[in-house]
């Protein structure tokens, strides 16, 4: 989700191998061609870009044993619906695992500066908003796990944004 320039795409590649498949879901064709070019370079042919949006993912039922994302869905105007999408085109068993920034108090960052996109603060979440989002799209067994604590705090020169980043794993059970 959000593939970007398609590098967590491209090591996923190499992790199911030539029989697996990897699709990347970015919403800006720049980013679609970039990831495309970027596969190109590196010989990788077990690997596509599409263009759309994540609370609309244009991908079939149940069509992905894995969906990844990282420091994405935070940015998404529409949690629920990403979340909502992801469990339709994953298939029963798969799982779900994003890298994600959350915030660390029910207040929540506080965001204006295009800089606050830019490092992912913008939309961060509580961990248990963001959990209760993924148990009413109908995954099971989540799991966070924090990966560090206020990434801003390590650049003085920002005030500090009560966020920190999470590892997301979440299955479909059925």
Same mark, same amino acid.
């Given at each position: 989700l959000g593939s970007g320039?398609?590098? !967590?795409?491209?090591?996923?590649?190499?992790?199911v191998g030539p029989s697996g498949s990897v699709v990347? /879901? !970015?919403?800006?064709?720049?980013?679609? !061609?970039?990831a495309t070019e970027n596969a190109q370079e590196m010989g990788v042919t077990n690997v596509s870009f599409v263009l759309g949006d994540i609370e *609309?993912?244009?991908? @079939?039922? @149940?069509?992905?044993?894995?969906?990844?994302?990282?420091? /994405?869905?935070?940015?998404s105007? !529409?949690?629920? *619906? /990403?979340?909502?999408?992801?469990?339709?085109v994953l298939s029963p068993g798969g799982r779900i695992h994003l890298s994600d920034v959350m915030a660390l108090t029910n207040e929540g960052p506080s965001v204006s500066t295009p800089e606050d996109w830019?490092?992912?603060t913008a939309g961060a979440e509580h961990v248990d908003v963001y959990r209760d989002r993924l148990v009413r799209a109908g995954f099971k067994d989540i799991?966070?796990?924090? @990966?560090? /604590?206020?990434?801003?705090?390590?650049?003085?020169?920002?005030? *500090?944004?009560?966020? *920190?980043g999470y590892k997301v794993v979440a299955?479909?059970?059925?």
């Open positions: 320039a398609g590098l !967590d795409c491209l090591l996923a590649a190499r992790q990347g /879901v !970015d919403f800006t064709q720049t980013m679609i !061609d970039r *609309a993912l244009p991908q @079939e039922d @149940e069509s992905a044993d894995v969906i990844i994302s990282n420091c /994405v869905v935070c940015l105007p !529409d949690k629920d *619906a /990403v979340f909502t999408e992801s469990f339709r830019v490092s992912c799991e966070f796990t924090s @990966e560090q /604590v206020d990434y801003l705090d390590k650049h003085p020169e920002r005030p *500090a944004t009560n966020t *920190a299955h479909k059970l059925s």
